[in-house]
């Protein structure tokens, strides 16, 4: 599964690479991104916090049901196929950032890292936990994404759950970029 967690939107594609030549099996765009769902369910009265990250799990889960259940009817098991996940996003990239302990943001370091599943929940409850105030002081994070990045994890442990996997590949580049290459490639079917 590879996904890409934006700021208005969600995006999920299911990718069989069983064969020499890899196929889309199936897509979607959930409306739900880092912007958009702090705007809407993360924020409590007295600030952010474990109810308004809860209640954010809960929608971004429940904006990929219809996902789940499209992939349960072409006979993969709902929330328990063995998948391998690939996130694209900022989110993935800046919680890369955080696991390596880097200081600034360093793409020859983040892109094509392979994270333990775990250790990317626990990066997202640790935020999760923290003031704003808290997770402006960590470094990759800092004030322009301590705002965000809250439902960005959200988001994440959402798909976590749904597709538990013991590895995250982590991709600097997004989706727009691999359009792009296959567009210059000429190859547009």
């Known amino acids: 599964v590879v996904f890409d967690i934006g700021g208005g939107s969600t995006e999920l594609v299911l990718i069989d690479?069983?064969?020499?030549?890899?196929?889309?099996v199936d897509w979607h765009s959930a409306p739900w991104g880092v912007v958009s769902l702090t705007e809407s369910h993360?924020?409590?009265?007295?600030?952010?916090?474990?109810?308004?990250?809860e209640?954010?799990?809960?929608?971004?889960?429940?904006?990929?049901?219809?996902?789940?259940?499209?992939?349960?009817?072409?006979?993969?098991?709902?929330?328990?196929?063995?998948?391998r996940l690939l996130g694209t996003s900022g989110t993935v990239t800046t919680l890369a950032s955080v696991h390596l302990g880097l200081e600034s943001y360093d793409r020859s370091q983040v892109d094509g890292l392979i994270v333990p599943a775990p250790a990317m929940?626990?990066?997202?409850?640790?935020?999760?936990?923290?003031?704003?105030a808290q997770r402006a002081t960590v470094p990759c994070i800092?004030?322009?994404?301590?705002?965000?990045?809250?439902?960005?994890?959200?988001?994440?442990?959402a798909i976590l759950d749904l597709?538990?996997?013991?590895?995250?590949?982590?991709?600097?580049?997004?989706?727009?970029?691999?359009?792009?290459?296959?567009?210059?490639?000429g190859d547009v079917h």
Request: proline share 5%; with cysteine.
């Open 55 to 83: 209640r954010m799990r809960a929608v971004a889960r429940e904006s990929f049901a219809a996902f789940v259940e499209r992939l349960g009817q072409r006979g993969l098991p709902d929330g328990a196929v063995s998948v």
């Open 142 to 157: 800092g004030t322009e994404r301590a705002d965000l990045v809250v439902a960005g994890c959200a988001i994440l442990e």
């Open 17 to 24: 690479d069983a064969k020499p030549v890899p196929h889309i």
């Open 42 to 53: 993360g924020r409590v009265k007295g600030g952010d916090g474990p109810v308004a990250y």
């Open 163 to 185: 597709w538990p996997a013991e590895r995250l590949g982590i991709a600097d580049r997004g989706i727009r970029e691999g359009i792009l290459r296959r567009l210059m490639q």
């Open 121 to 132: 929940r626990a990066i997202s409850q640790r935020l999760a936990g923290m003031n704003l």
